[in-house]
């Protein structure tokens, strides 16, 4: 039987459940289960309706993305940092700003800790992609421990993005930061920094990703590399009662409009004014 294309998913977790079993097997202890699903309840809100480039929830990626920072580092702070990784960047707040604003950092430290929250920050902030990743690369020997801890997130994201043959499935994959050169650069930064587990997923995602061929029918073109949302029907119906609602109100307010204007031309003129609402409710010359 010829091998699979992709990582099997019993390695690398991609529900809540899954993650929560993988640390359970780790022993981790009460408290940090506890920050770890504080962390997943607020990824969930904030990404309830995201879905990737290829149309994976995005919640599952950022499942994924914890999944294997917690198979690399035991602490709390780190996996409920990488599911909350894209929060600044991609969540859905409602509140119409970008970027880490003062509120947001609020909400996440209370979900899931300062430390939690610095970590998601400097996520943010730090440079990623083509040609920046082997900027990190060079200075590897040089960077702090919470510049490692960082990029082990990141690293993390990139396993994620390549282990289930995601990037085949939409156009994301043709972007340069997917190309031969930052792949290497991405990999021998792994094994630079001493991440053993993380290096040798990401040779086997590398290496089964390029074994898969996907069918133009289940390609997904022309997506924004950051995915989009995907509205349930129930609220999509909802839209459609406001906006007919909303046409009413503007055909109410031409029809008044068009009758002021009779009137004061009626006064001008000398002529009776125009049509006028009967007090049974029912309207004339509409």
Same mark, same amino acid.
């Given at each position: 039987m010829a091998e699979s294309a992709v990582l099997p998913m019993d390695r690398i977790a991609q529900t809540n459940l899954q993650l929560y079993c993988q640390l359970l097997d780790q022993r981790w202890e009460d408290r940090a289960l506890g920050l770890v699903a504080g962390?997943?309840? /607020?990824? /969930?809100?904030?990404?309830?309706? &995201?879905?990737?480039?290829?149309?994976?929830?995005? %919640?599952?990626?950022?499942?994924?993305?914890? #999944?294997?920072?917690? @198979?690399?580092?035991?602490?709390?702070?780190?996996t409920a940092a990488s599911l909350l990784h894209a929060a600044y960047t991609l969540g859905d707040w409602g509140d119409g700003k970008? *970027?880490?604003?003062?509120? $947001?950092?609020?909400?996440?430290?209370?979900?899931?800790?300062?430390?939690?929250?610095r970590l998601v920050t400097s996520y943010t902030a730090m440079a990623w992609g083509y040609g920046a990743t082997a900027g990190v690369l060079t200075r590897a020997a040089d960077l702090d421990d919470d510049e490692r801890t960082v990029v082990l997130m990141r690293l993390a994201n990139e396993v994620d993005e390549w282990a289930d043959g995601g990037l085949r499935f939409s156009d994301k994959g043709d972007y340069p930061r997917f190309g031969a050169e930052n792949a290497a650069a991405v990999r021998e930064l792994a094994r630079s920094l001493g991440y053993v587990r993380v290096a040798e997923l990401l040779d086997e995602a590398f290496r089964r990703h390029a074994a898969l061929s996907? +069918?133009?029918?289940? $390609? %997904?073109? *022309?997506?924004? +590399? *950051?995915?989009? $949302?995907?509205?349930?029907? #129930? &609220? /999509? /119906?909802?839209? *459609?009662?406001?906006?007919? #609602?909303?046409?009413? @109100?503007g055909r109410a307010l031409r029809r008044g409009a068009r009758r002021l204007a009779g009137a004061v031309q009626g006064r001008r003129t000398g002529a009776s004014p125009g049509p006028r609402q009967s007090t049974t409710g029912e309207h004339h010359g509409d």
């Open positions: 962390a997943y309840e /607020l990824a /969930l809100r904030l990404f309830a309706v &995201r879905v990737r480039p290829n149309r994976k929830p995005f %919640i599952c990626h950022l499942v994924a993305t914890a #999944s294997v920072t917690a @198979a690399e580092c035991d602490r709390a702070e780190v970008h *970027g880490a604003t003062p509120q $947001r950092r609020a909400v996440v430290e209370r979900a899931a800790g300062p430390a939690t929250e996907v +069918p133009r029918s289940l $390609r %997904i073109e *022309g997506t924004d +590399p *950051g995915g989009g $949302r995907v509205a349930p029907q #129930s &609220r /999509l /119906l909802r839209m *459609g009662v406001r906006i007919e #609602s909303e046409r009413d @109100a």
